[in-house]
């Protein structure tokens, strides 16, 4: 049996949660939504909405966080971009895969057109998601070229929508195929700090609806999409699928998935939580830093390393570690609303951005996001290390019900004010009751 069939039957097949799989699907699917019903109030979700909504008619579903529905294809497209957009979204570290984000933006919409669901359908098919995006993400043996996020939570979410929605099990090869025939998004948005990172969010969770809406005419998709001589494996990253595949179904990725304490992309979390930490102990006096050095895989340089400037845009600042660290530093917080044009001028921000140095070390590992060196040299001379081996939020450092919760109540104090309570207070209910 190939490997492509081995997820193929893998998402079609019948499964029984254990209770922590259940857990963290829950947690998972909590911290998402928060974080998304924030996105969806911010100046960017904003904007974008006003093109999606001269996009076609049909079946009605939620827009997340707001008192409005669009047409299912345009309701996942705009749900995925707004949990993606603030940088709040849960990640898959080894796979370097914003697990959540297309899977459950797509599942949301899927929800609302066929009126509701049973919690366990719906927790099963977000675990089979996350599981199949995450996979992909594991089975890669290369830097990122494509934007893997949205290239494997594409197969990851149609695959989750084809089976929560019932279709027939010899149709899953045909999403899965459709699917990745739809599969785009490069890291140049990265590079550059776009605001097309999210809409790659974005169309990949629409084009998730699209397969399965496709496949439910009886279109066909190319049925080696994976391992196949144009397959993503051949076109999109090097990478070995049975790394993934020789233990599918041994252990649900969904709990191997960290929940990003700070709204800003997930390569600054170990800096800017062992800061956090050292405030916190009393080690590390804020207004005595005179310079920070970081030391770190190619991955943290590439993600996060770009240099301070003053014209910066707001997706450009949630990647740039030489803003977020004079930003906790003052704060102890990352804000979303500092993230504009006053700020990224401030006088103190800008001097001691313009001291925060990223080096890359020796890491051979082009996905690995630790360890990190973190070395604060002080007012008085002195100088002040941390090395980094557990981002705050992953499974080997969970964060504690107390910043849990301050990141709820401050995405909470983010949303619109006709956001859903549920979202909030009962995440399950939202996400399988449309009302």
């Known amino acids: 049996m190939s490997a492509t069939q081995k997820i ?24 998402t939504l928060a974080g998304g019903a924030a996105g969806a109030a911010s100046e960017e979700a904003q904007s974008m909405l006003a093109a999606v909504r001269n996009w076609g008619a049909g079946d009605e579903a939620r827009l997340l966080g707001l008192a409005d529905s ?14 993606h957009c603030l940088e709040w979204d849960a990640v898959h570290e080894p796979a370097v895969v914003h697990a959540m984000s297309v899977v459950t933006a797509a599942l949301l919409a899927s929800v609302d057109r066929i009126g509701g669901c049973e919690t366990e359908q719906f927790l099963t098919a977000l675990a089979v998601g996350v599981d199949i995006a995450s ?39 045909d999403v899965l195929g459709l699917a990745y025939s739809q599969a785009a998004g490069t890291m140049q948005a990265h590079v550059e700090a776009s605001i097309a990172l999210p809409l790659q969010i974005a169309n990949a969770s629409r084009a998730a609806i699209t397969a399965v809406d496709l496949a439910k005419t009886g279109m066909d998709g190319p049925h080696d999409a994976l391992e196949g ?54 080690s590390l006096d804020p207004k ?6 970081v030391a770190a895989p190619p991955l943290i340089h590439r993600l996060v390393g770009r240099p301070y400037k003053s014209d910066m845009t707001p997706s450009y600042a949630r990647l740039c570690l030489a803003f977020l ?71 080997t450092a969970p964060m504690s019900e107390a910043q849990t919760q301050s990141k709820r109540n401050l995405a909470r104090s983010l949303a619109s004010e006709n956001c859903d309570p549920r979202i909030f207070d009962e995440p399950l209910a939202y996400a399988t009751e449309p009302q």
């Open 8 to 31: 193929v039957d893998f998402a079609a097949a019948d499964h029984d949660l254990p209770d922590s799989t259940k857990a963290a699907a829950l947690r998972l699917l909590g911290d």
């Open 70 to 83: 669009l047409p299912t294809p345009s309701a996942a497209w705009f749900n995925g971009f707004a949990i």
């Open 135 to 173: 996979g992909i993400g594991v089975a890669a043996t290369g830097a990122m070229q494509f934007f893997r996020p949205a290239a494997a939570g594409i197969i990851g979410a149609a695959l989750a929508v084809a089976r929560l929605e019932s279709m027939p099990n010899e149709k899953f090869a």
């Open 229 to 282: 001589p144009f397959g993503y494996f051949k076109l999109f990253e090097p990478g070995d699928l049975t790394r993934y595949t020789d233990s599918i179904g041994g252990g649900w990725l969904i709990e191997q998935v960290s929940i990003k304490p700070f709204p800003s992309g997930r390569a600054s979390h170990g800096i800017l939580g062992a800061i956090d930490d050292m405030i916190r102990d009393g």
């Open 288 to 293: 005595m830093v005179e310079s920070v050095d």
């Open 325 to 395: 660290v004079p930003l906790m530093l003052r704060d102890r917080i990352i804000d979303p609303r500092c993230f504009h044009a006053q700020e990224f001028a401030n006088t103190d921000l800008v001097t001691l951005g313009k001291q925060v140095t990223v080096r890359i070390d020796d890491n051979p590992d082009h996905n690995a996001l630790a360890p990190q060196m973190l070395s604060i040299t002080l007012a008085d001379g002195s100088t002040v290390e941390r090395m980094i081996t557990d981002n705050l939020g992953s499974p």
